[in-house]
DNA sequence: GGCTGCGAGACTCG
DNA sequence: TCACGAGTCTCGCAGCC
């Protein structure tokens, strides 16, 4: 491989231009290199790498203003490229938006032909690294010796040798990954998940983070006081239960600090304290003893401290993880950029950090704080929410085929309703479970508890392949009781019970399981535990892909409907956030809504509901 | 004595 | 409650200077 660095202009024309006049220069890895900023669009792009399989360059913009000149010019060579081969494109996409180089996620001049290298690792070895430095060494194209982090050549600065070498070589293991993953794929039978939906989706990732959502500081600032005041009262209603009291210190400024002499987060305090109330505490399923959730309901209403720490608790989970956190977050632009990581899974879902938008809390009425309030759409903007109906059973009729259940969907049967009737022996006639039954409002809301109860007590946990066990140790019932509900169940939806059948025997027969859209979960050791997330991926996996396909079509709308500017913000797994211009925002809940319910084709529906407002929870359908 | 790294436990979400 | 899939926080311990 001939390598060059190119520090002007000049130079980096003199070598691209011929490779361009060729035709060598339509298929190329690049790697962009930046320098972090404290936040997210203030990274200085500071060199690009390319490498079409023959050539390498690295061209070195550090010393470079990014004159229009410059970035007319790059704009020129990636308009240029028919194909664009990077590790963790997302990325690189982003940088070269925010540079200038390419105007949008939408940019016409820029292909959408593209190889991502990160997501192809992670296609052919879900279990595996997506790194590039792991690859090399795994693909046999670096020696341990060869790899270099960033640790070692970041003292030398930016146009030193020792980072050109490191900067192009990036460049050239993608090039030679997208080769040998290229060839996998295809043995693999991965081309159609690869370039029809995580290809596409590549661009929605970097819309996900450059759109990122607003963030209201006074609101956070309103709960925050609220919390800290209530965290003080719970503390000091906790301490007079143990008869104790808190010192008090006080400022420079005379303000007063509240030290308390017990660390109420800490559990092995906690253990001693409950102890000493007389009160017993449960072994856990380790054999520890332990003071979760599961302790404290089982003792709540015993003692008043027990119902107080449990306030205690929730209030300084959202202090502590989320309102005081989540200002560390916010950009110049006042709004949230989390990451989305494609690869972060093994079932295929998106995963999300920096912050985790993903487990926001819900409005948390015992302690009246609600964090979703104080994500907001801009003024002159709404928030677009829209996610599917009962999207994991619909998954489940369509990896079973169950007759019963796609009767059910298909007639608009209630499910749960049905499966709770059948087995509590509930009483309601066959007709009144049809949501389009005159009586069957009336009597849901009559065996509320009971549906409540089988919902998610039996038919959900049955996708996680659930036991007898943990179905008793849910409901609170007898072992015998639970596994009557379970078999009521597989009466009722008797192919559900097969396809768990034949997950088992692909298992051992196999070693991995696939999911709709071809993607593959591995498992070298056959277990209980395997044929559970065996089972669970193949309903869970096939979501994931098919919020992919449903977020595609979405991003098609900004450049159906520019006048809309239209943002996607979020994807929590089976729902999609987006801010549109206020005037437009009913429309595009509709057309979202439709994006969703054709991204597949299902034996049965496929329905989402949607809804709109100025805040993220007020927005929830 | 103080700092850092790490695992365990707890909690958030779908 | 916690089976399936995640990320983040705090505590408390081990190891180091």
Redesign the pocket.
């Known amino acids: 491989m001939n390598r060059t660095f190119v520090t002007t202009l000049d130079d980096f024309k003199t070598w691209v231009e011929p490779l361009i006049a060729s035709g060598q220069f339509t298929k190329v890895a690049f790697d962009t290199e930046s320098q972090d900023g404290l936040n997210w669009d203030l990274a200085r792009l500071v060199g690009i790498s390319f490498c079409n399989g023959v050539e390498a360059c690295y061209f070195d913009l550090s010393n470079l203003d990014l004159t229009p000149d410059v970035i007319d010019y790059l704009r020129y060579v990636f308009g240029s490229i028919k194909k664009l081969v990077a590790q963790n494109f997302p990325y690189d996409l982003k940088t070269l938006i925010c540079s200038g180089i390419i105007k949008d996620v939408i940019d016409t001049t820029i292909t959408r032909s593209i190889f991502d290298t990160m997501t192809a690792l992670h296609l052919v070895d879900e279990n595996g690294s997506s790194g590039l430095k792991e690859a090399a060494l795994k693909y046999k194209l670096a020696q341990p010796g060869d790899i270099k982090k960033w640790s070692d050549v970041k003292d030398y600065g930016h146009s030193s040798q020792k980072f050109y070498d490191y900067a192009i070589t990036d460049s050239i293991w993608t090039w030679q990954l997208h080769e040998i993953l290229g060839v996998r794929l295809k043995q693999l039978g991965l081309l159609d998940l690869f370039f029809k939906i995580e290809m596409p989706f590549q661009f929605v990732l970097t819309e996900l983070e450059m759109s990122g959502l607003t963030l209201d500081l006074q609101r956070l600032g309103d709960i925050h006081n609220h919390l800290q005041e209530l965290r003080l009262n719970y503390e000091v209603e906790m301490l007079e239960c143990l008869g104790r009291e808190h010192t008090i210190q006080k400022t420079l400024f005379g303000d007063p600090i509240y030290i308390s002499p017990v660390?109420f987060?800490?559990?092995?305090?906690l253990i001693k304290v409950i102890g000493g109330l007389g009160l017993d505490i449960p072994l856990?399923?380790?054999g520890?003893l332990?003071?979760?959730?599961?302790t404290?309901?089982?003792l709540s209403g015993k003692h008043k401290f027990i119902d107080t720490l449990m306030l205690y608790?929730?209030a300084t989970?959202l202090l502590?993880?989320f309102v005081d956190?989540l200002p560390n977050h916010c950009c110049r632009d006042l709004r949230i950029h989390p990451s989305f990581?494609n690869t972060?899974?093994?079932?295929g879902?998106l995963?999300?950090?920096?912050?985790?938008m993903?487990?926001?809390?819900?409005n948390k009425k015992s302690v009246g704080a609600n964090i979703r309030e104080c994500f907001v759409a801009t003024p002159g903007k709404k928030l677009v929410v829209a996610d599917y109906s009962g999207q994991e059973l619909r998954g489940l009729t369509e990896v079973t085929k169950d007759p019963g259940l796609i009767h059910d969907f298909d007639k608009g049967k209630d499910i749960h309703f049905t499966t709770a009737n059948s087995v509590m022996k509930l009483g309601v006639p066959e007709e009144a479970l049809y949501d389009s039954h005159p009586d069957y409002e009336s009597y849901k809301n009559k065996f509320k508890v009971e549906r409540d109860k089988i919902k998610?007590g039996v038919v959900?946990?049955i996708v996680?392949?659930?036991t007898a066990m943990?179905v008793s140790?849910?409901l609170n019932i007898s072992e015998t009781k639970a596994q009557s509900y379970i078999d009521g169940f597989f009466k009722l939806y008797p192919k559900v019970k097969d396809a768990i059948q034949k997950t088992i025997d692909e298992l051992k027969t196999k070693h991995y399981v696939r999911n709709l859209a071809g993607r593959y979960r591995r498992f070298p050791d056959f277990s209980n535990?395997a044929v559970?997330?065996a089972f669970?991926f193949k309903i869970?996996g096939y979501s994931a892909d098919m919020i992919r396909l449903a977020a595609i079509k979405v991003l098609a709308l900004k450049s159906t409907y520019p006048e809309w500017c239209l943002k996607m913000n979020l994807i929590?797994?089976?729902?999609i956030v987006c801010e549109v211009n206020e005037q437009y925002a009913s429309e595009t809940a509709k057309a979202i809504k439709e994006c969703m319910e054709t991204a597949v084709k299902l034996c049965i529906p496929l329905v989402a509901d949607v809804a709109f407002a100025g805040d993220y929870h007020n927005a929830k359908p």
């Open positions: 660390n987060r800490s559990s092995p305090q856990n399923k380790d520890k332990s003071v979760g959730k599961k404290l309901l089982k608790k929730t989970k502590n993880g956190k990581n972060g899974t093994v079932t879902r995963s999300c950090s920096n912050p985790n993903q487990q926001l809390p819900k998610n959900f946990p996680y392949g659930t943990g140790a849910t535990r559970r997330q669970n869970q929590v797994h089976d729902e």
